[in-house]
């Protein structure tokens, strides 16, 4: 098992840059696919960032290009670099792990609690 911790939400105006942060503890980061959701009041749950292992990353098209998602398994933290920040990426950010081959929707993924960023314009 592991526990996410999430960290670095705030409110920031748009142009601006904020670095959330997902402290593990349990198992390794290593060990899992991570990714960062996010969910805005009223929308559905979705990806942004998603993290196979180091060095392998992909991007929802909405925050390709602004958004950075990586990890340092010494410190068994993941982290999501937010550029160039708009109103529409206000939200709640949740960071998530489950095993390799299994679905982000399998009950056994985990799931951290969630940091809220808000962007003003």
């Known amino acids: 098992q592991v526990q996410l911790v999430e960290s670095g939400g705030g409110s920031v105006q748009a142009g601006g840059s904020l670095r959330l942060s997902c402290a593990a503890s349990?198992?390794?980061?290593?060990?899992?696919?991570v990714a960062w959701f996010r969910q805005a009041p009223g929308r559905e749950r979705e990806g942004v960032a998603y993290s196979v292992s180091v060095g392998r990353a992909s991007y929802a098209d909405s925050v390709e290009g602004r958004f950075a998602i990586s990890r340092d398994n010494a410190k068994n933290t993941l982290y999501l670099q937010m550029n160039s920040l708009k109103p529409e990426d206000t939200a709640m950010y949740y960071c998530?792990?489950?095993?390799?081959?299994?679905?982000?929707?399998?009950?056994?993924?985990?799931w951290g609690q969630g940091t809220q960023v808000t962007v003003s314009s």
């Open positions: 998530a792990a489950k095993a390799l081959f299994a679905s982000w929707s399998n009950p056994d993924t985990y």
């Open positions: 349990g198992n390794p980061l290593s060990a899992y696919s």
